[in-house]
């Protein structure tokens, strides 16, 4: 089964910056998209970043300008660097990939454990 283990988290305080690094068992090349997620406590959990494999990117509104996506095929390995942290942005961050080999085929969706970031004073 697919692994995609989550790392770089920790506490910071507000402005603050860290880097989230995802490292998958298989070449994320083989993915037609990577992503990132985040669940607060008592919250749905919502979409954060996500990057194709035709390096298309898509951001929530809530981090555009201050997060980005990206990969490295070579290390099989998808980051996200996040700047200009605010409060708002404390969650359980996972990793995500999709699978669909075909337009029309199955759609699978892959899950990392998570990574706690937690920004306060």
């Known amino acids: 089964q697919v692994q995609l283990v989550e790392s770089g988290g920790g506490s910071v305080q507000p402005g603050g910056s860290l880097r989230l690094s995802c490292a998958a068992s298989r070449s994320i090349s083989s993915f037609n998209a990577m992503g990132w997620y985040r669940q607060a406590p008592g919250k749905q959990r919502e979409l954060v970043a996500r990057v194709t494999n035709d390096d298309n990117t898509n951001y929530a509104d809530s981090v555009k300008g201050r997060f980005f996506i990206s990969r490295d095929n070579a290390k099989n390995t998808v980051y996200l660097q996040m700047n200009s942290l605010k409060p708002e942005d404390t969650a359980v961050y996972y990793c995500?990939?999709?699978?669909?080999?075909?337009?029309?085929?199955?759609?699978?969706?892959?899950w990392g454990q998570g990574t706690q970031v937690t920004v306060s004073s």
């Open positions: 995500h990939a999709e699978l669909q080999i075909f337009r029309q085929s199955p759609r699978y969706d892959y």
